[in-house]
Nanobody, 124 residues
Framework: QVQLVESGGGLVQAGGSLRLSCAAS????????MGWFRQAPGKESEFVAS????????SYADSVKGRFTISRDNAKSTVYLQMNSLKPEDTAIYYC?????????????????WGQGTQVTVSS
């Protein structure tokens, strides 16, 4: 069992930055890949980024590559998403997710634990 709690969302102007955090509880955190997804109003859920259990490997959606950075601190059981150069189209609810295994994936069906989400709003 893994419980995930996101924080760090808010309102920011275009070009600004935010850092999202996802605090995990449960003994299996260190054995799982982790991911961030987002969902904008009226749109389907979208993969944002994923990270391997060690943090050595990462993967990003093309829409955020070069602007967002995913990282993790296994000692603190926390995953981060640093978001720079934010754009209005980044506005969404951002969800942290724990994968079913060590495999990085952009597919939401490979994640079986989800946080409650944190709202990110980017004004133009």
């Amino acid at each position: 069992q893994v419980q995930l709690v996101e924080s760090g969302g808010g309102l920011v102007q275009a070009g600004g930055s935010l850092r999202l955090s996802c605090a995990a509880s449960g003994r299996t955190f260190n054995s799982r890949a982790m991911g961030w997804f987002r969902q904008a109003p009226g749109k389907e859920s979208e993969f944002v980024a994923s990270i391997s259990r060690s943090g050595a490997s990462t993967s990003y959606a093309d829409s955020v590559k070069g602007r967002f950075t995913i990282s993790r601190d296994n000692a603190k059981s926390t995953v981060y998403l640093q978001m720079n150069s934010l754009k209005p189209e980044d506005t969404a609810i951002y969800y942290c997710a724990a994968a079913t295994s060590v495999v990085l994936s952009a597919s939401d069906y490979r994640y079986n634990y989800w946080g409650q989400g944190t709202q990110v709003t980017v004004s133009s």
